[in-house]
């Protein structure tokens, strides 16, 4: 039976892969909500990984509404943040026990004035977190659930960390490099590296959805080859098969 989903995703590009992705492994057309970023990309928590931060901890005490009062109401909550943030970003790191200052705890990782002054004192990798993607994995939805609270242990909540983007899936559907995870940035190496990539024309290193759209079809079609090769994409499998049971 198909599903009322509501997406809360970095950018508009992750959208439209989860939304296909979704819809492949279950065999079944659904209905979706994009709750963030907005449509307008301007909305009260702005885009990439910092919204959806912003989105889970204030929309965390109205939460059940998307359940429950808002029409139509959504079965199935899909949150998404890159796994690249646990590799690169302090500011998810800062509250971790190896990394502790005289403000963890006192100030908000997002508004700290060390970090924009950069005079932050956490150094990644951090040795708490397995640089690899099921470390990764594990490190961010444990703090994504933390930040959705009360919410924080439901079931129709399902969280996915694409490694170290959702550019990779796309990297591991043309089967370029045997190690996709491990590539660092794969819009800017692979795909976007030259002009073309498989036939696609990329103008630039900026995300176009007219572009993106063009590499959806292969992602479903090659959706084996590519859970094959990442753990992230398996781990997103499994937890879309179990929702739907």
Same mark, same amino acid.
């Not at 059940?64 to 970003?89: G, N, T, W």
């Not at 403000?103 to 150094?123: E, F, I, Y």
């Given at each position: 039976?198909?599903? +009322?989903?509501?997406?809360?995703?970095?950018?508009?590009t992750?959208?439209?892969?989860?939304k296909e992705?979704?819809?492949?492994?279950?065999g079944?057309?659904? %209905?979706? !909500? !994009?709750?963030q970023? %907005?449509?307008?990309?301007?909305g !009260?928590?702005?885009?990439?990984?910092?919204g959806?931060?912003?989105?889970c901890?204030?929309?965390? %005490?109205?939460?059940?509404?998307? =359940?429950? $009062?808002?029409i139509?109401? &959504?079965?199935l909550l899909?949150?998404?943040?890159?796994?690249d943030? *646990?590799?690169?970003?302090k500011?998810?790191?800062c509250?971790c026990?190896?990394?502790l200052?005289?403000?963890?705890?006192r100030?908000?990782?997002?508004?700290?004035? $060390?970090?924009?002054?950069?005079?932050c004192?956490?150094?990644?990798?951090?040795?708490?977190?397995?640089q690899?993607?099921?470390?990764?994995?594990?490190?961010?939805?444990?703090?994504?659930?933390?930040?959705?609270?009360?919410?924080? *242990? !439901?079931?129709? &909540?399902?969280?996915?960390?694409?490694c170290d *983007?959702?550019?990779a899936?796309? +990297?591991?559907?043309?089967q370029?490099?045997?190690?996709? @995870?491990?590539?660092?940035n794969p819009?800017?190496?692979?795909?976007?590296?030259? $002009? %073309?990539?498989?036939?696609?024309?990329?103008?630039?290193?900026?995300k176009r959805?007219?572009?993106?759209?063009?590499f959806?079809?292969? +992602?479903c079609?090659?959706w084996?080859l590519?859970?094959?090769?990442?753990?992230?994409?398996?781990s =997103? @499998?499994?937890k &879309?098969? $179990?929702? =739907? @049971?």
């Amino acid at each position: 039976m198909k599903k +009322v989903i509501g997406i809360v995703s970095e950018g508009p590009t992750d959208y439209m892969v989860l939304k296909e992705v979704i819809d492949h492994i279950t065999g079944i057309e659904n %209905e979706y !909500r !994009r709750l963030q970023p %907005e449509p307008d990309m301007a909305g !009260r928590f702005g885009n990439g990984w910092k919204g959806v931060w912003k989105w889970c901890e204030s929309t965390s %005490e109205i939460l059940d509404q998307f =359940f429950y $009062k808002i029409i139509p109401q &959504i079965d199935l909550l899909v949150i998404q943040m890159d796994a690249d943030v *646990s590799r690169k970003e302090k500011e998810v790191h800062c509250q971790c026990k190896s990394e502790l200052c005289e403000l963890s705890g006192r100030v908000h990782p997002l508004t700290c004035k $060390k970090k924009a002054d950069n005079r932050c004192n956490v150094k990644i990798p951090c040795e708490e977190h397995s640089q690899n993607a099921e470390g990764y994995e594990k490190h961010l939805e444990t703090l994504i659930r933390k930040w959705l609270g009360d919410h924080q *242990s !439901r079931e129709d &909540i399902l969280i996915t960390i694409p490694c170290d *983007s959702t550019d990779a899936w796309i +990297v591991a559907a043309y089967q370029e490099q045997k190690y996709t @995870e491990m590539i660092n940035n794969p819009w800017e190496n692979v795909i976007a590296r030259k $002009k %073309e990539y498989h036939g696609i024309r990329v103008p630039g290193s900026k995300k176009r959805t007219s572009v993106y759209s063009q590499f959806l079809p292969k +992602v479903c079609h090659e959706w084996n080859l590519i859970a094959e090769q990442c753990y992230s994409a398996r781990s =997103f @499998e499994r937890k &879309i098969k $179990k929702a =739907f @049971e």
